[in-house]
Each structure stands twice: as structure tokens, then as C-alpha cells.
């Protein structure tokens, strides 16, 4: 989530509302979520969530070719495996060289379009559970050799030197189904404040390349009178300052129950209230495209094996047309 008042310089991340929500009911708002150089994201949206860099079944040139692929997840842990036979390598993405076209070692190595936007993060989504669990100064990861533990100095110096477009802090997250207890709850918030407030600090005294990553604090699956000390620091310490630019958060439930975190999306509240959108313009867009892409379920559906058709219908008032080739009957 992103912060609605979001204006930085040239390089950084420029987020802008386009449309409220809609008159009647809850409906997300629409906005624009822009980098340099790179394809605008409408939101609401998703965004690829990769493997070891690549959008699971394709290859980098069709994504550039074929998609319109705005945004890539990607995990750390996905490339900084070590093997026992080399536990003193550096991992090959470090020491990618960067090109004119690919300007980040993160687009260099994954060879993904320079125009698709970059999320870092230290896990993968959904992450695998660690059996060692996290230290004070460290998260355990699961690299393609096995659980390791990685730094948050590590993973904000890794940071620094692949250059997302978007950073997620380390936060102390279990990855597991089971609900932390309220003591676990409690040094969850209290180690995950820590490791932002360090993230940030580490940021304002280097140039590395910092003012062209935008910084999205982890905001935690625990209750929020647990972490509320934390969000009131992100709140009033580094939004202000542009230093903050948004929220990873990990439980869509929060959302509504945080008060805090509505200081961070005026937007989201005038958006959902009645009278706060533009009902009209959603629904014509809607009906345009029902008009021009319309499934036909041809009569049995459900009763014997057949293939599906699709029917294109006409604009221009003509016959419409149907792929007979999509549609047909699988006899036995």
C-alpha cells in the first residue's frame, strides 16, 4: 500500500489517485503508481511473484514481448545460496555487471525488461518455515541449498548494491499458520521496529543509491495494540520526511482495524464511504468490455466432457463471429 500524498523527485516513486471508489457499496479506489523509466501500475493490481528471479513459465524475452508484466516480486533468498564446498563465495548476482539497458544488477541478473517495476524482499511469498527461527540481528532464510541465516546488515548491504525499486525491511514474521502467542507477538513488534528504525538510519547517512529506492515498511500479522508504538514511529518519524513511501502488509485485516494506518491512506476512507466515487464510469467500462468478450457455454456443460468456445461479439452491429475451433464436443 502506498502513501496518497506521495510527491518525490524525478527518480523516485510518484503515486497519484486517479478515481475514487464507487457511489454505492465498497469498491478499491483506482490510482498510479509510477517510477522512472518504467510502466506505470494501476491499482488495485498484482504483480508477478517470482522464482529464483523468473516469472514461473516464462522466459524474460516473452515477458517483454507478450505481457504487459508491470512488477516482479522477488526473494533474497532466491540467490545467495551456499553451497558447503564454497561457503566463502560471493553470490553471482553481486558481482553482475550492469548494462545500459539492464542500469540494476537485480534487471541485469534476472534479465527481466528494465521497464518492470522490482519489489525486494528478504522471503519468498509464501515463505517456508524455518525450524531455527530469528535472531535479534538476523532472519533465517531458505536458500536452494538450505536454511541459512542472513543479517539485517546483509540484507540492507544486498539492498544497496541491487537496487530495487522497492525495498521491504526485515521483519521478524514466523511463516507459520499458527497464531504467535502474545508474548512471541510482543518481541515480533519490538525486533521489527528495531530493524526499521536501523534500515532507515543506515539509509539517511549513505548515498548508494538510496534516494532512488522507495521503502515500504513491513507492517506485521499480530494485533494492533501489539505494534502500535511501531506504526505511530513510522507514522510520525519517517512519513513527514518522505523517507517512508508505503506498507507491505501481511494481513489483509489490518487494514480496517489499524487507526493509525488510515494516516497513511486518507484516500482509502473517502474512497469506501458513500458518495466518495464515480459509479457510472466503472460500469460503462465494465459493460464495454462484457461487449466485447463474452464466454459461451454451449448446452450440456456439465453433464458430458466438451470443450469450451468463446464468443467475440460484434461492435459495428455485424454478424458475431464464433471460433469454431475453440468449440466442439470430446466424444469419448
Known sequence: MTVDTQTLGSEAMRFEIVKAALNEGAAP???????????????????????????????????????????????????????????????????????PKHTTRLHSFTALPPSVTTVLSA?????????????????????????????????????????????????????????????????????????????????????????????????????????????????EDYLPSSQLSGLAIYDADLIHNHAVVSAFFAGVRSALAPGGGQAAEFQEAARRFALAYEP?????????????GYQYKSLDGEEDGVEVAGEGRIDG
Open 29 to 99: 479506489r483506482l490510482g498510479r503508481l509510477a517510477f522512472n523509466k518504467k510502466l506505470p501500475i494501476d491499482t488495485p493490481n498484482y504483480i508477478g511473484v517470482t522464482s529464483r528471479g523468473a516469472l514461473p513459465h516464462l522466459t524474460p524475452d516473452n515477458v517483454g514481448r507478450h505481457l504487459r508484466t508491470t512488477g516482479a516480486y522477488m526473494a533474497l533468498e532466491d540467490f545467495i545460496e551456499r553451497p558447503q564446498q564454497y561457503a566463502q563465495r560471493t553470490p553471482p548476482i553481486y558481482e553482475t555487471p550492469t548494462t
Open 296 to 308: 459461451d457455454f454451449p448446452e450440456g456443460v456439465g453433464q458430458r466432457p466438451r470443450a469450451r
Open 123 to 235: 522471503r519468498r511469498l509464501p515463505a517456508v518455515a524455518s525450524p531455527m527461527g530469528n535472531t535479534s540481528a538476523s532472519v533465517s532464510v531458505f536458500t536452494s541449498t538450505g536454511f541459512q541465516v542472513l543479517t539485517t546488515k546483509e540484507y540492507l548491504s544486498a539492498v544497496e548494491a541491487l537496487t530495487p525499486d522497492i525495498a521491504i525491511p526485515p521483519a521478524d514474521l514466523t511463516h507459520s499458520p499458527i497464531t504467535p502467542n502474545s508474548k512471541r507477538a510482543l518481541r515480533m513488534a519490538e525486533r521489527t521496529d528495531e530493524w526499521v528504525v536501523d534500515w532507515f538510519s543506515h539509509l539517511s547517512d549513505s548515498n548508494k543509491g538510496s534516494s532512488k529506492i522507495s521503502t515500504f515498511a513491513p507492517v506485521l500479522p499480530v494485533p494492533y495494540s501489539i505494534q502500535w508504538e511501531y506504526i505511530a514511529r513510522l507514522a
